[in-house]
Each structure stands twice: as C-alpha cells, then as structure tokens.
C-alpha cells in the first residue's frame, strides 16, 4: 500500500481553495491521504469553504479524517505537506493595490508595478511568521507555497531562511500557459517539455518540444500571430483575462524570440495598459462580484442541498492539480517537470547568482532540480535585471525599514520610472498600509 500523507491547507478560505480540494479527490489514489486541515485566521471564510468540504469529502473521500480550525498547534502538527496561499489584508486591500496607483498616473495591478510592491510588503512578514510556526510542529513538512507576490516572497524566504531546504515557491501562470498552448494546438500538454527562464511573473518559454524532441514554438508562434490567443478556459474568464491572453499576440509582434508570460504586458506597454484600465472599477472589483460570490454561494448551495452535484465551484482546475501534482512528485520522487523559482547559481549563465529565476525544474524528494538555459540575449538580461533589482530592494526596504530602498524599488519599476511619481504612490500607499507595513524611515 502506498503512504498516506497529511496534508494542511493555508488559507482555507481562499476562493481557490474548492480547487484544491477537488484535485485531492481526483487524484487520491495517486497521493493518498490520511489527514488534511485547513487553516485560516478568517473563521468566516473558511467555515463556509469548510462546510463545502465535509459534504465532497462524504461523497468523494469519505476514509479521508477532515478539520478546518484557526488553531496553529492543530494546524501544523505531524504535517507532510503545507500547501500555502494567504492573501495578507484580504481583497479590501488588494483593491487598494490597484486603485491607489491608478489614481496617480500608473499600472494598478495585483502583483505587478506598485500594487505588488504594496502586497509584498505586507506578505513577507506573514510568511516569515508562517515558516517559523510551521517549523515548531513539522520539521520535516514540505512547504509549497504560491503566496503572492510569488518574485518577492521568494525572495524574501530565502534571504531570511537560506539553509531551508523544504520550501518550494511556485506559480500556476505557466501551468495555465502550457494549457492554454495545449487546447490551441490540439495536444495534451502532459506531453510538453518546456524551457523557460525569467522571474515570476516575468518569462518567456523559449522551446516548447513534443515527446518526439520536435520544438512546437515555432508553429504556435505563427499560430497566435494569425489567430491570437485566449486561455484554456477561455468560456470561463472574465473579460480582463481575454484581453491578457490577447495581448500575448501583441508581444510575440513586437518580441518575436520567444512566448511572454501574459503578466508582461504591464512592463512593455504601461501607457497602453493604464489608459486601458479603469481606476474606479478594478481586477479586484471584478473577483468580488465574480468569481468571490459565485465560488461562496455555491459553497453554500452545496452545504443546504446535502451535495455538490448541483455546484461546479471550480472553473479551472490548472491551480489545484498543479499543487497537488508536485506533492505526489516530491512524495514518490517522481522527478516530474515542474516550472518553479529557484536562486539563479548559473542557470542563467549571464545573470548574477542571487537572482530568484523561474525556470524548469525536475522536482523529486530531494526538491528541484533546475534546467541551465545558457546565456540570453541583452534585452532580456536588461528586463531581468532592473525588474529583479526592484524586487530584491522591496525586500531590504522591508527588512531594512528602509524608505529610500522602497522609493528606489518604485523608481525602477517599469510601470512607475518617474522618481517624483513613485514618491506620491510610495506616500499613500504607506497611509494604507499602517497595519501590514513594517515602518520605512
Ligand atoms: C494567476 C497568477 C496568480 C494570480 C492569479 C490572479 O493564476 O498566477 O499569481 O494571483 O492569476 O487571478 P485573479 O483571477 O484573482 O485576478
Ligand atoms: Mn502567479
């Protein structure tokens, strides 16, 4: 028989959660579990999403010993596995994030450009305070964690945890990417083995080969450019995300060499995108009367009706089989591929060795095991760079309580540039951020 596991899920509450909690049932016999919590600090929250569980679990999973608590000690003790997504100041201040530097002239995104300078400064102490508690009751725990900003709380981990070897930051972008790639081209994408190299939030894929060793990227290139390009779900996707996808065809015109991260188009065209989004109603604005409400009052449907035949909760299943995926991977050392940041040490041979790079990875129960991708070429080494100089400052203006080190993070940041500019967002966003913010001096 194969080992069970047990497994806790930081914030329980989270509307991605239902995800999860489907992937562990669709993927039981592949990582079987004996105990699995959730834990969050918003009781409310996650009662509901709770609630939701108990009754899947009745009909999916019934062998499976279940809890949602807010209790630390019950939370993390005897754990495998801490699969870890906390938004610290919760959607309110997400919306902040996003409106404060719309209204002073730039990109007001959730982890890009000042909005994901905000959200990182609150993330990086919550998360230092994660690893700390996790470490009194497991040890041994595997922590995999996709708490945004992903590029700076990375980062910030590993400055402050540097002999940790059971922490593994990823992101589900290029998961949905591949797929996305896979539905347009008519392939699975299990099959594709990917190259890829950038920051979070901030790639391109280079190759794309098929079983066979065929590079696919050049056909799909021609392909978006002929077509454009929408996401694996596109019928579910709001329709700022159809436009993100779309805007993939931009860049590959401009950029030809390799297929971005959507998540670049706020730094290669920050007047288009800021004249494009609207300060009054943002992303944020857009989940909160979206998915927000669609994923609770399912939830709730579900607990009243006894089932969840009549709910369907998860639009896109990427997030949750990814994690769940890479727990099986590190679990059975299956040494699948995996696209995760890691410190560069040479894999970009012309980047500084400190850089948290995104690239692929096998992933076995020793942990990643990162792909070199030689050197690239100067423009995107130019990006790379200033954009990581941004992030390693936000990160010592956050240990440092340093205001100058913020201010020039935001000046560096290519959806801000103007110094006087970063000042102004930099102010208010402090205002805001009182209760999360260590104090910059
Ligand atoms: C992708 C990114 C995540 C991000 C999410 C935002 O999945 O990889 O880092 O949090 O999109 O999606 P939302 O629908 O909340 O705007
Ligand atoms: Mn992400």
């Known amino acids: 028989m194969k080992k069970e596991f047990n497994i806790v899920l930081v914030g329980g509450g989270s509307t991605w959660t239902p995800g999860l909690l489907k992937a562990l049932c669709k993927l039981k016999s592949r990582l079987p579990l004996k105990k699995l919590v959730m834990f969050d600090i918003n009781e409310e929250r996650q009662k509901v999403i709770g609630e939701f569980a108990k009754v899947l679990f009745s009909e999916s999973y019934p062998e499976l010993e279940f809890t949602y608590t807010t209790d630390k000690a019950t939370a993390f003790r005897d754990m495998d596995f801490i699969f870890c997504q906390m938004r610290t100041g919760g959607f309110a201040m997400r919306e902040k994030d996003e409106k404060i530097p719309l209204s002073l002239g730039a990109i007001g995104q959730e982890t890009c450009g000042a909005g994901g ?6 993330s990086i102490g919550d998360m230092i305070d994660l690893v700390e508690q996790v470490r009194q009751y497991s040890p041994d725990a595997w922590i995999l964690n996709y708490t945004n900003p992903a590029a700076i709380v990375a980062d910030a981990l590993n400055k402050r945890f540097p002999d940790e070897k059971r922490l593994l930051n990823i992101c589900d972008q290029p998961v949905n990417l591949l797929r996305s790639y896979g539905r347009l081209l008519g392939k699975d994408p299990s099959t594709f083995d990917p190259v890829y190299f950038g920051l979070n939030h901030f790639g391109w894929f280079t190759h794309l080969y098929d079983e066979h060793g065929q590079d696919l990227a050049p056909v799909l290139k021609s392909f978006i450019a002929e077509n454009g390009f929408k996401p694996v779900d596109a019928e579910q996707r709001d329709k700022s995300w159809l436009e993100t996808y779309a805007a993939v065809a931009d860049m590959l015109r401009d950029f030809p060499d390799y297929l971005p991260n959507t998540y670049l188009q706020y730094y290669l065209y920050p007047e288009y995108k800021l004249s494009k989004l609207n300060s009054h109603y943002t ?148 205002t805001e951020n009182k209760a999360w913010w260590p104090e910059l001096h």
């Open 117 to 122: 300078f905000a959200y990182g400064m609150r």
């Open 283 to 430: 992303r944020a604005n857009e989940v909160m009367d979206g998915r927000e409400k669609r994923v609770f009052d399912e939830c709730r449907q579900a607990v009243a009706e006894g089932t969840t035949r009549n709910v369907h909760v998860v639009h896109n299943d990427a997030h949750g089989d990814m994690i769940v995926e890479l727990a099986e991977s590190i679990a059975f050392n299956l040494k699948k591929k995996f696209i995760v940041m890691v410190p560069n040490q040479g894999l970009v041979e012309n980047l500084d060795d400190d850089v948290m790079v995104e690239v692929t990875a096998e992933i076995g129960c020793h942990g990643p095991r990162p792909y070199g991708v030689g050197k690239i070429p100067v423009f995107y080494k130019g990006l790379i760079e200033q954009q990581f100089a941004y992030e390693r400052l936000t990160v010592e203006a956050w240990f440092e309580g340093s205001y100058t080190k913020a201010l020039q993070a935001l000046t560096l940041n290519r959806t801000i540039v103007d110094a006087k500019k970063a000042r102004r967002i930099l102010d208010a966003l402090i």
